[in-house]
């Protein structure tokens, strides 16, 4: 898969995020996209996904195939994790991974059972998410992300309310999950993308605003 910025800008009101930016990711590994909080790398992320709209350039996709891919079908291909991102926290977790991967497929060799109890939920499987801690919640927005079966995954600051433990097995899910896959990481946080293989900073962009 190959996804090509070109001349990407993006504005709030009158203020510029950030202006011209192009790159092209097109090699399956990590990539790292750097920048204090504020710097406009989760937004890039998004927009990078087809979920944010931006006001100036181009953007592409390109499938393993070489086919041009329409944006409005990049939705089946993308997985995606942020600290915002929102739960039905009026299903346990068990019924939301259900209704996650009624609509993605998990990735090959895996149920919903080994994905709660690799990411040591199993005792809370069926708890309402409501009653989840921070640290949880964010186990489970990292479960629906890494179990899908996507070219692409997108994750934004991921070790966002983790204690240790969670980062540890943050980093397992990315050592144990990713091969194959492009893998895009929004992050101030070295612990998150200690292993990309190209490392983007914003900083590098606002040269142009």
């Given at each position: 898969m190959k996804i090509c910025l070109k001349n990407i800008s993006k504005r709030y009101h009158r203020h510029?995020?950030?202006?011209?930016?192009?790159?092209?990711f097109e090699d399956t590994g990590s990539y790292a996209i750097l920048g204090a909080n504020g710097?406009?790398?989760?937004?890039?992320?998004?927009?990078?996904?087809?979920?944010?709209?931006?006001?100036?350039?181009?953007?592409?996709?390109?499938?393993?195939?070489?086919?041009?891919?329409?944006?409005?079908?990049?939705?089946?291909?993308?997985?995606?994790?942020?600290?915002?991102?929102?739960?039905?926290?009026?299903?346990?977790?068990?019924?939301?991974?259900?209704?996650?991967?009624?609509?993605?497929?998990?990735?090959?060799?895996?149920?919903?059972?080994?994905?709660?109890?690799?990411?040591?939920?199993a005792g809370a499987a069926h708890k309402l998410l409501r009653d989840f801690s921070s640290g949880m919640k964010q186990r489970a927005k990292l479960a629906q992300a890494f179990?899908?079966?996507?070219?692409?995954?997108?994750?934004?600051?991921?070790?966002?309310?983790?204690?240790q433990q969670g980062v540890d097995l943050y980093q397992q899910c990315l050592h144990d999950h990713t091969k194959g896959r492009m893998t895009i990481i929004a992050s101030n946080d070295l612990r998150e993308y200690q292993n990309a293989r190209i490392a983007l900073t914003m900083d590098n962009f606002k040269e142009n605003i």
């Open positions: 510029w995020i950030f202006k011209k930016v192009s790159y092209v710097s406009g790398k989760s937004t890039l992320l998004r927009i990078i996904g087809g979920m944010q709209a931006f006001n100036a350039g181009e953007l592409t996709y390109t499938s393993e195939n070489a086919a041009a891919l329409p944006p409005e079908n990049i939705f089946e291909r993308i997985s995606y994790c942020a600290p915002g991102m929102d739960l039905i926290e009026e299903l346990s977790l068990t019924e939301f991974l259900k209704f996650h991967f009624s609509f993605k497929k998990i990735i090959p060799g895996y149920s919903i059972d080994r994905v709660i109890e690799e990411m040591q939920l179990f899908s079966d996507t070219p692409l995954l997108l994750l934004d600051e991921p070790c966002s309310n983790l204690d």
